[in-house]
């Protein structure tokens, strides 16, 4: 890739929006016991208040997809970034639970928009031929937001307390937001920074020159889409696995394998980073081999599944948070493939709608996942090896929702 090129530092920009969403959404999280022993919270409680967030998250991932697409992602990033930001310094400020929660709602609520108006922008700023390696990069910053919090907020809480680590949040929020502002333009022939030689790299240099224009009847011939149905149905289907892995693995890995907690804290990092390097490579190949997309996400699905078998079967905890470890990485090559694919297949002015639907599907595995492990740990008696073989089962049922995805007609 030549980074001098205009659209790579667009792709730099989301890059760091998605990382810093990520670290957004991840602060109450390590925030939440200090919180807790101020306000005096039960558990029930503290968990309203992170559930608080998930539940707008999710809500408004469609509508936040139309938004983009009717409006264009330059002002929805922009305000969504903005929004999110200005809450999370709000977040500082709250004196009582049920202010938590309002602001919890309201924070998840900008966050959830701020996702799908990435990939709308990822699709005009990006030809066809490389929609796969932008969208790899950007979802790395996903991983990489999710590495750094924990150690971010650790620090400053430390240093100052819980309410400035939200206030801290605040400057980058608004940086990132004029960056998004003056720089990531609704189509690449709007910016004043675009050549013509690169335009002509575009695959339809019309296109790239114009603003893709949204039409309900375009959003109601997408709902009918095959290839929207089987991409949603996928990563609902292998998230059940990945959140109850990502949820879980801390005590499995104290509780099941005996591991020291010096000894999870590490192994416990190993899935996400290896999730990083997978982005990029799964967004690589889908490109490379955009005509073998469906197999690329077939196959990796399989690996994953086979992968955690073995981690189930490992001699010692180490060796199974190894094969997880592997696992991750066959996985997050799937997500990129799959977070690619609107991108590619569908019309640019859809396919904000379109990511808005297809990510609910985490959201909502993210919302099933716990509850289905929980009940199985209660039902046997904290059987993990029967966990991994339902996160198999999922992983198996995904790939085949992966066979069935075909580009659509009209592509």
Request: net charge positive; with cysteine.
């Amino acid at each position: 890739m030549n980074w001098k090129k205009h659209r790579y530092a667009i792709i730099s920009i989301l890059f760091f929006g998605q990382l810093f969403s990520c670290m957004d959404r991840l602060v109450m999280a390590s925030a939440i016991p200090f919180i807790g022993k101020e306000f005096g919270l039960s558990s029930l409680a503290m968990g309203g208040v992170l559930s608080a967030f998930y539940f707008s998250y999710t809500v408004m991932q469609a509508p936040g997809g139309l938004l983009a697409d009717k409006f264009g992602p330059r002002r929805i990033l922009t305000f969504a970034i903005l929004w999110f930001s200005i809450f999370a310094g709000v977040t500082g400020l709250v004196g009582s639970l049920a202010v938590m929660i309002g602001v919890r709602l309201l924070f998840g609520a900008g966050e959830a928009v701020f996702s799908p108006a990435t990939y709308k922008a990822i699709a005009v700023w990006s030809p066809k031929r490389e929609v796969g390696t932008a969208t790899g990069i950007v979802l790395a910053g996903t991983n990489i937001g999710f590495a750094v919090a924990p150690l971010f907020v650790a620090a400053i809480i430390v240093t100052w307390g819980w309410r400035p680590a939200f206030f801290s949040l605040m400057i980058p929020g608004l940086v990132l937001g004029a960056l998004i502002w003056f720089f990531v333009q609704d189509s690449p022939g709007m910016s004043k920074h675009m050549s013509e030689e690169e335009l002509a790299e575009y695959d339809e240099v019309g296109a790239a020159k114009a603003v893709p224009k949204f039409s309900m009847s375009n959003f109601v011939q997408l709902l009918k889409t095959p290839v929207l149905f089987w991409t949603f149905a996928c990563l609902f289907l292998y998230s059940i696995g990945w959140w109850g892995l990502n949820n879980w693995l801390p005590t499995y890995l104290l509780k099941a394998r005996g591991l020291s907690i010096a000894q999870m804290g590490i192994y416990t990092s190993l899935p996400m980073a290896a999730g990083a390097v997978g982005y990029y490579v799964g967004g690589y190949f889908s490109d490379k081999f955009s005509d073998r997309r469906r197999s690329l996400i077939v196959i990796n699905m399989l690996l994953a599944a086979v992968f955690t078998f073995f981690a189930v079967h490992a001699a010692t905890g180490e060796v199974a948070a190894l094969w997880l470890t592997a696992a991750a990485f066959f996985k997050c090559i799937v997500t990129a493939s799959l977070y690619s694919l609107p991108s590619a297949l569908l019309p640019a002015a859809v396919v904000g709608s379109a990511m808005g639907i297809i990510v609910t599907g985490p959201q909502l595995a993210g919302f099933i996942s716990p509850l289905i492990v929980g009940a199985i740990l209660d039902a046997t008696n904290s059987n993990f090896t029967l966990v991994f073989y339902v996160f198999i089962f999922f992983y198996l049922l995904a790939a085949f929702a992966g066979s069935r995805i075909r580009p659509p007609k009209t592509a």
